[in-house]
């Protein structure tokens, strides 16, 4: 091929390499336009943690303009009508007093931040992310918040994923990144490298909590103390943990994959047996799981054949039924009680 016909291909290869990116970004703002004229099947509303009864707050995933936008429904009607609200986050969990909001800014330089929201849904404290939002806690007292993101990897099933997880306080204490805290696996301290802790859940002591904890290709359940600031392994193979109201048992993410692709059930550890139940749910399940009494879980599940749109499903929390359909087009729930 001479000079002058490898120039004349190569002009015409980035002719129809523009025209495809063009056609891209066209498609994409029409979509994007075309959700945002759909009218969102929900009443708006002003953004409230205070309720009189209790309310399920999630992140609204409707093919419409509530997309994004932190919704609400009651506990006791929950296919009933929702409320939306203003505020737009990609991971919400809210207690009574403030919320935290997990967001994605895409700019001309796209940044990621953890938001301490008040309970008019203003930013009370804003925190940088060094990557993609993950999970997000608040305590049932709602004086600590707990966020974590991704430092690499989009995802817990991607190789070599790292993350980072703080803890602070409403009142404005910063307890910092867990790995700063001393791990113990099974006795021994634990100092390696590739350590990674994520999915904090508190408890109704002011002081511990627990969370994830990750190092040579193995997880654990783990209990931290604040004023310790330690780790301390419970039971193996937990991801994602959430403390049941009651205190008594925990709910989580287990990995049953017999490959290198993660595949995970929910289980359920009742913390003064050790006994582990394995939920009769069969789907890939992604997510931290919230409780929505001391008898159902509840917890997201992406559709298949809508992406970005998802669901939240309940399931008996003594493995006794199947799942159930909760709230339709909805992610990151959170119980909100009186």
Known sequence: MTPRVRLVVAAALTVVLLGATAAYCVVAILGYQARQQTPPDAQAAAFATQVAADRIVFRA?????????????????PSGARSVSDVACERIYSGARSSMCLRIDRGVLTTFSANLLDEAGAVAKSWPLPGIPSRARVSPDGERVAFTSFVTGEAYATVGFSTATQIATVGGDEFGNLEEFGLTIDGEANTAADRNFWGVTFTNDPDIFYATAATNSRTWLVRGSLAARTLTTVHESVECPSVSPDGTRIAYKKNVSTTATAYWSIAVLDLATNEETVMPD?????????????????????????????????????????????????????????
């Open 282 to 338: 069969p789907r890939n399940i992604d997510d931290q799981i919230e409780w929505l009494d001391d008898s159902t879980l509840l917890y997201g599940v992406p559709r298949d054949d809508q992406p970005g749109d998802s669901d939240v499903w309940s399931i008996p929390a003594d493995g006794s039924g199947a799942s159930a359909l909760f709230i339709e087009h909805a992610s990151s729930p959170s119980v909100v009680r009186p």
């Open 61 to 77: 995933t409707s093919p419409d303009a509530a997309y994004g936008f932190v919704a609400s429904v009651s506990a006791a009607d």
